[in-house]
């Protein structure tokens, strides 16, 4: 069984910057492609960013290019997202996602899920 667990979120001002990490049980992480998105209250859950096995590709939504990177550590089995540059319409819950291929910016695509770690981002 997989199982994901984010940490990091918070209450930052906007401008701010924040790193969000999802730590993923088993010895099976780097076999998997990973992913963040996202869900602001009152909308759908949208992509924001994927990585490959390795952390060789990374993938991102247009509008987080520049502003966000995604990165891997596969020895311990952690996703990062680092996000910098915020502004109040980043406030959302980031979940991180994890799957058997890599790259889609289809929730479906993606076989486990953690929690979530809510971000808030001040005016």
């Known amino acids: 069984q997989v199982q994901l667990v984010e940490s990091g979120g918070g209450l930052v001002q906007a401008g701010g910057s924040l790193r969000v990490s999802c730590g993923v049980s088993?010895?099976?992480?780097?076999?998997?492609?990973m992913a963040w998105f996202r869900q602001a209250p009152g909308k759908e859950r949208e992509f924001v960013s994927a990585i490959d096995w390795y952390g060789a590709r990374t993938y991102y939504a247009d509008s987080f290019k520049g502003r966000f990177t995604i990165s891997r550590d596969n020895a311990k089995n952690t996703v990062y997202l680092q996000m910098n540059s915020l502004n109040p319409e980043d406030t959302a819950v980031y979940y991180c996602?994890?799957?058997?291929?890599?790259?889609?910016?289809?929730?479906?695509?993606?076989?486990?899920w953690g929690q979530g770690t809510q971000v808030t981002v001040s005016s």
């Open positions: 996602a994890a799957g058997t291929r890599y790259g889609s910016r289809e929730s479906g695509q993606y076989e486990y």
């Open positions: 088993g010895r099976t992480f780097r076999t998997y492609g």
